[in-house]
């Protein structure tokens, strides 16, 4: 009688103890408390943008392509770091805890990556990430909220919304001159949809704001539905690029009354520092008369280099340097009769494109398949120092087709100057005035 007494007193225990067990194993302090969260584990002093992005690069150097089984995982990792200082109790960013278990258990949970995202949670998201407060909510009314259906947003707009947004918070001018349309172009479903949206998509595509998704179908897809793994590859391109909007108050702009004003501040802040087309027709044209005043027979030969290369590109003054984006049968055509090289070697060793537009990548691996073209014996690989300072300088290194002759590239000072235009990555396409400058530095090293 005792031995069933106690097993009823046993089984009682257990039977209250079961339920208690429970709730604290599924209470969300257990799952991810304050005192055990990722952004807790570090010392957070990030003071600016570029302490930020230096801090993230510094970290993923060592990091291949290899170890990441897709492109999302490795951007999801790389958004879960850049979005530290606002998840880290004491920073001066932190969006306290509440929004940060919001932050970490839905929109950054690899589990839910590839779920649609209700558009009041890409609202929410936008509100938190890029610091629009209850004052300043009407601009996420206007550019989001009112383009949502049932609880969901298309891709289309999605993305223009949030460009509109982002000239609020950065020095961004979003107006798309005929370069970037005809950078565009690789992209082949956006003729249907609205001409402001039009826009803007291709203004993302030519900052490399566009999601992963893009990069292998060039397909938008504009009017699909958001999931969250496409927010977060927005996300993360976007701050790789220009840092948190308010990682530092002198890094961040202060919303204006209008976005016309914002606009404006935009466009002269832009102006001033990127490589422009009159940087390059300054450098080209310096080194051009130094070789006009040379009779050397090596400058002659240069120079009569510089002059096939113009001709085959239809440049006979400084007024005619072309924005237009290059096409691979033309850039073939200029190795081939510019250094000599036959014309079925180059074509060999370049990727197939069937949207026959040279990128910055593919332009590498052309350049660097010929070693008399670098002043080389033969090809040479990259060393581990070339590969770290260029995957620390440049935004989605390990994009490119090649990654080690992308860093040669780098690391001989062809992309010197180029390699910081906003929303430069090994993707973008090369425009005339550009390959006439890559041009021209071959020649110079030769």
């Known amino acids: 009688m005792k031995v069933r007494v106690i097993n009823k007193t046993v089984l009682i225990a257990l039977l209250v103890m079961i339920p208690v067990l429970s ?23 990030i003071s600016s943008n570029s302490e930020l992005l230096y801090s993230y690069k510094k970290n993923s150097v060592a990091l291949t392509a290899e170890e990441y089984p897709s492109p999302l995982k490795k951007e999801l990792d790389g958004l879960r770091y850049v979005l530290k200082p606002y998840l880290s109790a004491g920073n001066e960013l932190f969006i306290g805890n509440y929004d940060k278990e919001y932050i970490e258990n839905y929109f950054l949970n690899p589990d839910t990556s590839n779920l649609a995202m209700p558009a009041t949670d890409w609202e929410r998201v936008v509100r938190l990430l890029l610091v629009f407060d209850d004052e300043n909510c009407q601009y996420v009314k206007t550019n989001i909220t009112d383009y949502t259906i049932d609880d969901k947003i298309e891709r289309k707009y999605a993305l223009a919304g949030l460009m509109n947004l982002l000239a609020l918070r950065y020095p961004l001018s979003l107006d798309a001159d005929n370069e970037e349309l005809q950078k565009s172009i690789v992209i082949t479903d956006l003729e249907t949809i609205e001409e402001k949206h039009k826009l803007l998509i291709s203004k993302a595509y030519c900052l490399g704001f566009t999601d992963f998704s893009v990069d292998e179908t060039r397909l938008f897809r504009p009017d699909a539905f958001l999931n969250r793994g496409e927010a977060i590859s927005m996300f993360y391109r976007i701050f790789t690029n220009l840092g948190l909007p308010s990682a530092n108050p002198d890094d961040s702009m202060v919303i204006n009354d209008t976005v016309n004003t914002t606009k404006d501040t935009s466009s002269s802040d832009q102006t001033q520092e990127v490589y422009s087309v009159e940087d390059i027709i300054s450098e080209y044209y310096y080194y051009k008369n130094s070789l006009l005043k040379s009779k050397k027979t090596a400058d002659i030969t240069k120079l009569e280099m510089l002059y096939r290369a113009e001709k085959i590109l239809d440049i006979d003054n400084r007024s005619q340097f072309s924005r237009n984006t290059l096409d691979i049968n033309t850039w073939i055509f200029i190795l ?31 350049i660097f398949e010929f070693p008399n073209l670098t002043g080389e014996e033969k090809p040479g690989d990259v060393d581990e120092k070339e590969l770290i300072a260029a995957r620390e300088a440049i935004p989605q290194f390990d994009t490119a087709e090649d990654i080690s002759r992308f860093a040669r590239m780098f690391s001989s000072g062809i992309l ?8 430069f990555t090994p993707k973008r396409p090369v425009n005339n005035a550009e390959a006439l400058l890559i041009i021209m530095r071959i020649v110079k090293g030769l």
């Open 23 to 45: 709730m604290l194993s599924c209470s969300p302090k257990t799952i991810l408390s304050d005192d055990e969260s990722d952004g807790d584990k570090y010392d957070i002093t």
């Open 336 to 366: 081939s009769e510019v250094f000599e090289l036959e014309n079925e070697q180059v074509k060999a060793c370049i990727p197939n494109n069937k949207y026959n537009i040279l990128t910055y990548d593919v332009a590498a691996i052309s």
């Open 416 to 423: 010197e100057g180029i390699h910081k235009i906003p929303g």
